[in-house]
């Protein structure tokens, strides 16, 4: 059973093995479960959490019904990993990331705002470009993207590298998603939400849409790799470039990838 007040719904312990819950911006972990039954999910991912953070997070899983459930480590700004790529140090860096998925029990790599975290942390500012050195560890976004990237094949992770990308809702921003996938060199990569980081315009200006301008770079680069969809993926995307959500959201689903 179950009855809405307020806007929200409370779900009422009508079997053996149901609980009640509340909604709204906070919902309890019964209710996460069961609304994400009813609308087909079978699994769900929290898609950054802390690596001091994951104990909690599993004692939430391990009370959340009917869903499986897992989670992304964050690393992008992990000052241990930061040193690892000022010092070339590639293996010890693959087994710290080993070390730290095991140790959180995550599932996959995170990457948010790859090193403008660590200069927020310290100075307050941001970074600007993937090319901007992030002060102290004498490293870029850059290279913390195509290192993390790699680390995630070299270990056959079962999800690759999952990018929130730097500048993310700042007219202007759809160069730095450009310059990340390139920088990628058919690296397999998720980069999320990427309709927030297709802004055109100046900075601090008016939003535009430019997503047709990295489909088009998609679109080559799925050719260039031998993908027989080329023509499907166009026209599709082509028809949609004008809603940036919609095309994306598309976009955002390709992989970019050496391999199919």
């Not at 948010?112 to 470009?129: I, L, Q």
Request: hydrophobic share 40%.
């Amino acid at each position: 059973m179950r009855w809405y007040y307020g806007g929200y719904f409370f779900l009422c312990c009508n079997a053996l093995h149901t609980r009640s819950g509340v909604m709204g911006s906070n919902p309890s972990t019964f209710a996460t479960g069961y609304s994400y039954a009813r609308l087909g999910y079978t699994t769900a991912f929290d898609a950054a959490v802390a690596p001091l953070g994951a104990r909690h997070a599993h004692e939430e899983f391990h009370d959340t019904p009917v869903i499986d459930k897992g989670f992304f480590v964050l690393m992008g700004n992990n000052e241990f990993i930061l040193r690892c790529l000022k010092a070339g140090e590639a293996e010890k860096l693959r087994h710290f990331a080993a070390w730290l998925l095991g140790a959180a029990k995550g599932y996959a790599i995170k990457l948010v705002n790859p090193g403008g975290v660590e200069v927020w942390k310290g100075t307050g500012r941001n970074v600007a470009r993937i090319d901007d050195v992030v002060e102290d560890f004498g490293v870029t976004p850059r290279q913390i993207i195509v290192g993390l990237a790699q680390v995630a094949m070299d270990l056959g992770l079962p999800h690759p590298v999952h990018i929130h990308a730097n500048n993310l809702g700042l007219a202007g921003n759809w160069e730095t998603t450009l310059e990340t996938m390139k920088a990628l060199e058919g690296r397999r990569a998720h980069l999320t939400h990427v309709q927030f980081h297709s802004y055109g315009g100046e900075p601090g200006g008016r939003l535009s849409s430019r997503v047709a301008d990295l489909v088009e770079y998609v679109v080559a680069l799925l050719t260039a790799l031998g993908w027989t969809s080329r023509p499907r993926s166009r026209s599709v995307l082509a028809v949609s470039a004008d809603r940036s959500t919609f095309s994306a959201s598309t976009l955002a689903r390709v992989r970019c990838s050496s391999s199919r």
